[in-house]
């Protein structure tokens, strides 16, 4: 096991937020699991096949939080990357929260506000042991999973993302799928010559072709800056799967050149891509 991340805080700040985001991202994550039995399964995970485990931990059954912080203590001692988040929130806001769902807090008490209060002084020892304290009270549901994901491991915001870079041809129609539609259709088209007619965007020649017209440099120092600015946000709003289509007008050379560039520029940037080319087998 190559990373342990450890998710506590305050009932209602969004661990199970927190929880939904690691486990989409590729983490194991365990919810809500009593204390004595923590350690036995970090150390199954460690001798299994569990790369990134998550434990989301709620608030102990038996009121025990002395077991809670030496059970924190004792996992960030372990050989193993460790990293503890803490989320926590403003009164108002947890109370506006529980109210919204109508759940019950876990402390019994003479109301929600002495209840919230309660937990928040149980709680200050499990959170001074944080690596990072997330204050979730204006954050969205997509701004809490993306700082979570941001913390836990940087790289899995982009990968959680996964784009496919289609080319196709407008005379069979756009790709019902599209997200992002570019048309290359301006470009001079290699069809009416003859030496390259038969041949595809992934054929140098014709590849050499479309670059050395004067406008398809302006074209890509266009579209790559947009694609650029749209993907993180497309990340940020929880979008796992992303379609860029480029046409052309059969879908052979023109737009596979272009889709070809894109899809290695994405790929540069970070992100998981697939390429395809819908159209390129077609003949009539």
């Not at 486990?23 to 460690?46: C, M, R, T, Y």
């Not at 759940?103 to 990072?132: C, M, N, T, Y």
């Amino acid at each position: 096991m190559s990373q342990l991340v450890v998710v506590a805080g305050m009932s209602g700040a969004g661990r199970s937020t927190a929880g939904a985001a690691l486990e989409d991202a590729g983490w194991f994550v365990i919810d809500n699991l009593p204390l004595s039995l923590i350690s036995k399964v970090v150390e199954l995970g460690s001798q299994g096949s569990i790369d990134k485990l998550a434990l989301v931990l709620g608030y102990p059954s038996n009121n025990d939080f002395f077991q809670l912080v030496e059970l924190i203590d004792e996992l960030k001692a372990a050989p193993i990357d460790v990293q503890m988040i803490f989320l926590e929130a403003r009164d108002d806001v947890l109370i506006s929260r529980f109210e919204g769902t109508k759940r019950r807090h876990p402390i019994v008490a003479e109301g929600l506000a002495p209840a919230i209060a309660l937990e928040r002084v149980s709680l200050e020892k499990v959170r001074d042991l944080a690596d990072v304290i997330v204050e979730t009270s204006a954050l969205s549901v997509h701004d809490l999973r993306a700082r979570v994901l941001e913390l836990a491991d940087p790289t899995a915001l982009r990968q959680r993302l996964q784009v496919r870079v289609t080319s196709f041809g407008y005379k069979y129609g756009i790709p019902l799928d599209a997200d992002l539609v570019f048309d290359a259709r301006f470009l001079p088209n290699p069809y009416w010559y003859s030496q390259l007619r038969s041949k595809s965007g992934l054929d140098q020649e014709v590849r050499e072709f479309v670059l050395a017209q004067p406008d398809t440099t302006p074209f890509l120092e266009h579209l790559w800056p947009l694609v650029e600015f749209l993907l993180p946000r497309f990340v940020a709003e929880g979008k796992s799967y992303l379609n860029v289509t480029v046409g052309c007008t059969g879908g052979r050379h023109r737009s596979v050149v272009i889709a070809e560039l894109v899809a290695r520029r994405i790929t540069q940037a970070g992100f998981s891509v697939q390429t395809s080319h819908r159209d390129l087998e077609r003949t009539e």
